[in-house]
């Protein structure tokens, strides 16, 4: 085989792997949209044919001799293909590592897992869920150590998210988070807490979907590629490529400011898949690189942008338009401090932006205990509890509110969590970049996001996953990560907010 | 291989190619339902991909192999199987006979097609899409002549909407459905027409929905496993077996009856599909046989039961829970004369039982014609206009509410229409069959579907696609068809409405 066949071959490869994507995500997509209730017995018979398809072409010797020759030819690839060869012997690799038996077993284990966890968590029951979840942490631990017998099995996981990133990093960065935020709580307890009640009341779905595409039209999104449904927990998927994404959201009608800021988060997930190069579709370049990448332009226009007063100020009008009795005694500058509340809660999906760190904080202290074997999976509920107490002050009733709240170990995403705290920092700190070329305020005030926007397609979407996550942001930002910048961020935040 | 090994190679083989019709089936919905509007070429590239490799599954050496070797055996094979070997060989070696650069040739036409359809439609220009369709019609015919030489090209498509179908047959059928219905029409055309304007005002979407979802449920469908939306064309679809199955509607606000009757319709193709053994899941044999028993089924529902007086009876309370203040000053009698008009008129999809077997009349005389040479395509719309006048006795005022208002022939579909007017007289006499041990007439009274479904069921549904259409029906009816079932049921309900 030739070079420049192998290379049309390396693309032809990509783009049927991308079919079987775009096929598996949109049944999981309809499953949680359109099916009927009773289907999704039907969904795992396409859904299991399907990946056992896509493996054998992913996995398969043909694959494997491509990619091995391309490998030995790296030199003569250019940057972009040697990314793609990297990437999907990287994932063959490690597919080979671990024995095939203990695979599809840990596969079926996460199915059943996901069930078990539902119903624990609807009863309150963690002694349910507990042995399924020592399972998932014995077999995370076994599998690092078939991967990656030279590390510590957290660090492995960490960077399977998040490329590049150990425990090391994770606790300074925490530690960072934790001595700058716990003080920042206090302060704010220690002072009048501002008033919430305008984002209360009855504002009908209708309205709020209205509402949702006013944002997403607003914040930039293509509504030819991008479209809007309703789910039980808001996600965001493509299908095959960037030119078709989708975001989801939920209506609650006793609280607007619920789905408006799911929609602007969602949304910022889709304008990061969206901004890849066009020539990276069909190809394991396209779309975002990694969760902490991900989440920092999700939480850049939720928190950093769509929480910010001039953004405020800008919507303030489309609000009255759709809640006009709702709002009639409101003004802008009550919803800004509204949605700018801090205050210590139980839920990390509905925590504020100051506490949500130390929510991540939690789950990362006892992920990294149990991975290393110094907390035992039967003690998490009391473990978290005390952290909960520690970092935010408040006694947890239930496990229902407590250690069973996430669905992400009961999916085998260990090493997950930090990616949520590292995101929003990258985020400040991008935005503090950012700001020195383009007057943000002014374009939030004006309700333009061109710029904004062209600035993060420039230095961050269009890469689409062509740079490691550590490298594509010390690209954009022409400095080291520091969380300070964040830090510095919420602090002004709440000076502004609570006058302290 | 030996012979065990070789069914469970057969049940696999069918298997695998259910979860690709299931995603490819999706892809399709996901398109006329939820997609942005922008990214029909997103989803080309993965329906491209997909049905190449579908193609290469079902056709693939090692499946030919297979097949040929479990047609060596048929003996040993049971009722399923050798139907199953049947239905996959007979497609293998139909496409075997048409040169794979001409197939793909014309799945590129009727792409093009489509949109070229749309578009002369929209301006009643027909000479924009006659370029098109003069292709089509000689692409039609040159395939049937590599597909079955021995038969003339109109016979060969009708067989294959219909297995067994011929000209001659479809001549007979024709012959006796005008020799009857044309001085029916005229009899209904000397008396006074009926009042239909209970049928017209300002029906939400929102109520009519609601009454879809009680409509399908009355007529036994099993919610957990039919699911109902919008499209602009109403359909009915199964994704990989039926298990899963999906009607959708179109509600126009200013006529409930439209969507009403559109999604009876699609339940009845729901119920026929949803019917099938549940052993048949995952094969060939699952789901409907054929067009014409599908539409023996679909308009069974919509109009033998849907438009008789005691189902009118039955809903009626139900509409006037969902049309309170439209309804306020009609019985129930009202609403069933009003969707009982027999009226000539223009559009196919929108004409009455007496009338409807009448246009597609026109359809079959005119394909029978161009297929055998003896009118060109540049002649349909005038052979089209003077048809419409001689059969239902109206001038057709343009193209667009003429020749160009189906989308078959730009589909390829040439040969599928004669199966609308045969189904429909399947269906009564399927109806009359079933009255000798069900009373119909007191189910619909009581909005009990039981009895009728399970008679259904017992006798059509659960067969799948195990025998041919003409077997099927003739097993069903204990004797030949007759179509002057259907013509006296016709006569029967005119003089019910019209007193004549």
Not at 26 to 52: C, M
Not at 128 to 135: A, G, I, K, T
Not at 258 to 278: K, N, P, R, T, W
Not at 391 to 413: E, F, I, T
Request: hydrophobic share 35%.
């Amino acid at each position: 085989m030739n070079l420049e066949q192998a290379k049309q071959d390396l693309m032809a490869l990509q783009s049927k792997m991308s079919a079987y994507a775009h096929a598996m995500s949109l049944i999981y997509y309809d499953g949680v949209t359109a099916a009927p209730r009773g289907t999704a017995a039907n969904r795992g018979h396409a859904l299991s044919v399907l990946s056992e398809e896509e493996y054998k072409l992913a996995t398969g010797e043909q694959t494997v001799a491509l990619l091995e020759l391309l490998d030995a030819h790296k030199d003569e690839l250019n940057e972009k293909e040697q990314r793609m060869v990297y990437l999907l012997l990287k994932s063959i690799r490690q597919m080979q590592k671990i024995p095939m038996a203990e695979y599809v077993a840990y596969q079926e284990l996460l199915v059943q897992a996901d069930d078990v966890w539902h119903r624990a968590k609807e009863t309150s029951d963690f002694e349910l869920f507990r042995p399924l979840l020592e399972q998932i942490f014995e077999t995370n631990i076994r599998f690092a150590g078939y991967c990656a017998p030279e590390k510590a099995p957290y660090d492995y996981w960490l960077s399977e998210y998040e490329d590049g990133l150990n425990m090391e990093t994770c606790d300074q960065f925490f530690a960072t988070v934790r001595s700058r935020l716990v003080p920042l709580l206090q302060k704010v307890a220690a002072v009048p807490q501002v008033d919430n009640a305008c984002l209360y009341g009855h504002f009908p779905a209708q309205a709020q979907e209205k509402l949702a595409w006013q944002l997403m039209k607003l914040i930039g999104l293509d509504l030819d590629h991008c479209g809007l449904t309703t789910t039980e927990h808001p996600f965001t998927t493509s299908f095959g490529s960037h030119f078709d994404e989708r975001i989801t959201t939920n209506y609650q009608e006793d609280n607007f400011s619920s789905s408006m800021f799911s929609v602007i988060h969602e949304g910022g997930h889709a304008l990061y898949d969206m901004g890849s190069d066009d020539d990276l579709a069909y190809t394991v370049l396209d779309g975002g690189v990694s969760m902490g990448i991900h989440e920092s332009q999700s939480r850049f226009y939720e928190n950093l942008l769509g929480r910010s007063r001039p953004f405020v100020e800008r919507v303030f009008p489309l609000l009255q338009d759709a809640f006009p009795e709702q709002l009639k005694n409101y003004t802008a500058e009550d919803v800004y401090k509204a949605i700018n509340r801090a205050e210590p809660s139980l839920i990390r999906t509905e925590s504020d932006q100051v506490t949500y760190c130390l929510h991540v904080m939690v789950r990362y202290e006892l992920e990294k205990q149990v991975m290393a074997g110094r907390l035992a999976v039967k003690d998490l509920p009391q473990a978290w509890n005390r952290l909960y107490k520690e970092y935010l002050g408040v006694d947890v009733p239930d496990d229902r509110h407590g250690v069973l709240q996430d669905s992400h170990w009961s999916g085998g995403s260990i090493g997950y969590f930090p990616s949520y705290a590292l995101g929003s920092a990258y985020g400040a700190q991008l935005l503090k970049k950012m700001r020195e070329t383009v007057d943000v305020d002014d374009c939030l005030r004006r309700g333009d996001f061109g710029p904004i926007n062209q600035w993060n397609r420039e230095h961050i979407w269009k890469y689409g996953s062509l740079y490691k996550p550590g490298r594509l942001l010390e690209m954009a930002l022409g400095e080291p990560f520091d969380p300070n910048v964040y830090l510095d961020y919420l602090e002004e935040k709440c000076r502004d907010v609570y006058g302290i």
